[in-house]
């Protein structure tokens, strides 16, 4: 009787594992520039977005970025160069990433939160008055 329940909860088990580590492959590759604009069509810079992709609640805003005109898969989206292609040149048709030249357009499109960098400022420190 013990070796029924243990093996069928080791078969149990084995169903199971295999739903639970393909719960993480919704979010391993994610960027689909086309969905990042269409999200954003119509809103202005800075605006609060939120969209359903793959079972997931995403939420950011507008900014503008660029976005690479064929699809390429050495691209995951969080590379610096697509946001700081448009920063100077909003206009920009070609950016490297990753080393290659990439051929694209600037525009507004969905960015998750990201961490704010606090800039402190240096302190000076006076001598002591003798």
Known sequence: MNKKIFLSSILCGLCFASFAAS?????????DA?????????????????????????NGTCEPQFFPSAKNSSITGDEPELTNACNGNTGATTATINGSEVKGKCA????????????????MQTAPAQ
Not at 23 to 31: G, I
Not at 108 to 116: A, H, S
């Open 23 to 31: 719960a993480n492959d919704k979010v391993e590759k994610v960027y």
């Open 34 to 58: 086309q969905r990042y604009q269409k999200v954003c069509k119509g809103k202005s810079q800075g605006a609060q977005v939120s969209f359903a992709y793959r079972g997931i609640i995403w």
């Open 108 to 123: 507004l499109g969905f960015v998750p939160p990201r961490p704010q960098m606090q800039q402190t400022q240096p302190q």
